[in-house]
């Protein structure tokens, strides 16, 4: 690959007003779906504020201060269990499951007389003895990890320990997380073209304040202000908005500080909404011949390979070992996994590993989470974009039911391969508004990487 570093104007992209209406339909046969391949008396999905993916895609529902829990049980039971400020705002999730008060989850010195025991609360709920329970956690652990993949590893010991008393037996609570989470066949790997419409919201607004960033900071502001240019909406974020500047060790997941930027500064930023992360590091200075050899070119080609081998049914193994090789003798390679599936929450799972088996599918969402590592003090460097894999009939789906989006999708694979040189597969759909668009040094923001003959 030949990478050159050319004067690319930033593409245009009209957006829309408003974000797509979810269907609620949706969020039923998601419920429906994990309970009837669990196969058990009743399934319960813990969420918390950090943890609250597996339960928002099932219900619509993120716990905002308090830990939840989502019964699903037999004939047709829903029951959504939330504390004292999670009564409150239960209303806007959806109107058909019941709301239990537990007073057990909520915050300190919150009221308790009314329903203070979770057992009482789920034996309300119909959950009795010698019944079976699958538990979807937050994550999961496999047998490289434990002996018992079976018990519920990353759901508070509380709750758990409630489980067992009301069903009367540990053998009878058993982790069902990975139908959620598996990168193979998990609820969550795949998505419709509903849920592919809400995140291309998403990753055009992630996108959006990223470059609003990286154009307009400059040597002398403060990070703070640098970040402020993103003109922050309230959109729901998966990760805390990152930002890092300096000329030794550049700690990419921090927060902005009040420290100023200086010529020559390593720099980093990240926004991530529902749906989508995106990223940009490059360094504050015009550009340097060295700079761009040793570290530009070896990483655009990773990614552009990582972009380039992506296919339904290619193998995540395959990929790992080719965007590997793609590094060649650089003095780095990836951080982490290159690329994952993102959702509600930043990294679902990843079927991109070293030997993995598993295929890429329609409907998977991925982020280019191709991190270069280890980076000298001072340097930094990163592009990080969302895409979509659609097979033939999610593409029509996607066309029939979302022309507006369809035609951006469009423009961007038309940007990729006319301005970038990368060629994708008609199946790889790019979300973000300008993916794959690497300007490493941000003195110049449409001087970027480009592959050419």
């Given at each position: 690959?030949?990478?050159?570093?050319?004067?690319?104007?930033?593409?245009?992209?009209?957006?829309?007003?408003?974000a797509?209406?979810?269907?609620?339909?949706?969020?039923?046969?998601?419920?429906?779906?994990l309970?009837s391949?669990?196969?058990?008396?009743?399934?319960?999905?813990?969420?918390?504020?950090?943890?609250?993916?597996?339960?928002?895609?099932?219900?619509?529902?993120?716990?905002?201060?308090?830990?939840?829990?989502?019964?699903?049980?037999?004939?047709g039971?829903?029951f959504?269990?939330?504390?004292?400020e999670?009564?409150?705002?239960?209303?806007?999730?959806?109107?058909?499951?019941?709301?239990?008060?537990?007073?057990?989850?909520?915050?300190?010195?919150?009221?308790?007389?009314?329903?203070?025991?979770?057992?009482?609360?789920?034996?309300?709920?119909?959950i009795?003895?010698?019944?079976?329970?699958?538990?979807?956690?937050?994550?999961?652990?496999?047998v490289t990890?434990?002996?018992?993949?079976?018990?519920?590893?990353?759901?508070?010991?509380?709750?758990?320990?409630?489980?067992?008393?009301?069903?009367?037996?540990?053998?009878g609570?058993?982790?069902?997380?990975?139908?959620?989470?598996?990168?193979?066949?998990?609820?969550?790997?795949?998505?419709?073209?509903?849920?592919?419409?809400?995140?291309?919201?998403s990753?055009?607004?992630?996108?959006?304040?990223?470059?609003?960033?990286?154009?307009?900071t400059?040597p002398?502001?403060?990070?703070?202000?640098?970040?402020?240019?993103?003109?922050?909406e309230?959109?729901?974020?998966?990760?805390?908005?990152?930002?890092?500047?300096?000329?030794g060790?550049?700690?990419?997941?921090?927060?902005?500080t009040?420290?100023?930027?200086?010529?020559?500064d390593?720099?980093?930023?990240?926004?991530?909404?529902?749906?989508?992360?995106v990223?940009?590091?490059?360094?504050i200075s015009?550009?340097d011949?060295?700079?761009?050899?040793?570290?530009?070119?070896?990483?655009?080609?990773?990614?552009?390979?990582?972009?380039?081998?992506?296919?339904?049914?290619?193998?995540?193994?395959?990929?790992?070992?080719?965007?590997?090789?793609?590094?060649?003798?650089?003095?780095?390679?990836?951080m982490l996994?290159?690329g994952?599936?993102?959702?509600?929450?930043?990294?679902?799972?990843?079927?991109?590993?070293?030997?993995s088996?598993?295929?890429?599918?329609?409907?998977?969402?991925?982020?280019?989470d191709?991190?270069p590592?280890?980076?000298?003090?001072?340097?930094?460097?990163?592009?990080?974009?969302t895409?979509?894999?659609?097979?033939?009939?999610?593409?029509?789906?996607?066309?029939?039911?979302?022309?507006?989006?369809?035609?951006?999708?469009?423009?961007?694979?038309?940007?990729?391969?006319?301005?970038?040189?990368?060629?994708?597969?008609?199946?790889?759909?790019?979300?973000s508004?300008?993916?794959?668009?690497?300007?490493?040094?941000?003195?110049?923001?449409?001087?970027?990487?480009?592959?050419?003959?």
């Open positions: 690959m030949n990478i050159k570093l050319q004067h690319i104007p930033f593409p245009a992209e009209e957006f829309p007003e408003t797509p209406i979810f269907p609620v339909t949706e969020y039923t046969e998601r419920i429906n779906a309970y391949r669990a196969g058990m008396d009743w399934v319960v999905v813990y969420g918390d504020r950090e943890h609250f993916a597996n339960l928002t895609f099932l219900t619509g529902y993120d716990p905002r201060f308090e830990e939840a829990l989502l019964l699903i049980g037999p004939g039971r829903r959504l269990v939330v504390g004292n999670g009564r409150g705002y239960a209303p806007l999730t959806t109107p058909w499951i019941e709301v239990l008060l537990c007073q057990s989850f909520s915050l300190g010195g919150q009221p308790r007389a009314t329903a203070p025991r979770l057992a009482d609360v789920l034996a309300a709920s119909g009795g003895a010698g019944m079976s329970i699958g538990v979807v956690g937050w994550k999961y652990l496999d990890e434990t002996d018992d993949p079976r018990r519920p590893a990353f759901v508070p010991v509380f709750i758990v320990h409630a489980l067992r008393h009301t069903v009367g037996s540990h053998n609570v058993s982790d069902v997380t990975a139908l959620m989470m598996n990168p193979a066949d998990g609820l969550r790997a795949c998505n419709s073209a509903a849920q592919i419409a809400a995140f291309e919201w990753a055009m607004r992630a996108s959006t304040h990223v470059f609003r960033i990286l154009r307009g400059h002398g502001m403060s990070e703070f202000a640098a970040v402020a240019q993103m003109g922050y309230g959109d729901p974020l998966t990760a805390h908005v990152m930002f890092a500047s300096g000329s060790n550049i700690v990419g997941l921090r927060s902005p009040a420290r100023r930027i200086e010529a020559g390593g720099v980093t930023t990240a926004v991530s909404f529902w749906g989508s992360l990223c940009r590091a490059g360094m015009e550009p011949d060295a700079f761009f050899a040793t570290y530009c070119v070896p990483y655009f080609r990773a990614m552009a390979t990582w972009y380039q081998a992506l296919h339904v049914g290619a193998l995540g193994g395959d990929i790992f070992t080719a965007v590997t090789a793609a590094f060649g003798d650089a003095p780095f390679n990836s996994n290159p994952h599936l993102v959702s509600f929450d930043e990294w679902v799972h990843s079927p991109i590993r070293p030997n088996a598993d295929r890429i599918a329609s409907g998977m969402a991925l982020q280019s191709i991190i590592y280890p980076l000298p003090a001072g340097l930094s460097l990163n592009c990080e974009d895409v979509v894999i659609a097979d033939a009939a999610l593409r029509a789906d996607l066309q029939a039911g979302y022309p507006a989006l369809w035609s951006r999708i469009q423009a961007r694979c038309a940007f990729m391969t006319d301005q970038l040189g990368i060629t994708l597969a008609e199946e790889v759909l790019p979300l508004i300008a993916p794959a668009y690497l300007p490493p040094f941000w003195g110049q923001p449409e001087r970027v990487c480009a592959l050419r003959d």
